[in-house]
């Protein structure tokens, strides 16, 4: 906060810095919620990229090199095959 804005909230009545107390707490908790889901989002996006990627690999290269290159375990891998 800036020196003003700390300024103004000392000058509220407690009621007063309760209420700005919450709103401000919802509004991180809801920024950080926003957040938290692009992050998963981006993440399972990658890791359906990499999924597709070695699902097409799998009829010209070995599940050892697929897993290295991609990431993936060879477990995920030879899932693929019964797909």
């Known amino acids: ?13 407690t009621e ?3 209420v ?3 709103a401000f707490n919802k509004a991180w908790a809801t920024f950080d919620a926003v957040e ?3 992050k998963t989002g981006i993440e ?3 890791k359906s990229e990499k999924l597709e990627i ?4 799998l009829d010209v290269l070995d599940i050892e090199t697929i897993a290295l290159k991609t990431g993936l375990s060879q477990e995920e891998i030879l899932s693929l095959k019964d797909l």
């Open 1 to 13: 906060m800036q020196i003003l804005e700390l300024a103004k909230y000392y000058n509220l009545s």
């Open 16 to 18: 007063e810095q309760n």
């Open 54 to 57: 070695a699902k097409n690999l």
């Open 20 to 22: 700005y107390d919450i």
């Open 36 to 38: 938290t889901a692009k």
């Open 44 to 46: 399972q996006g990658k």
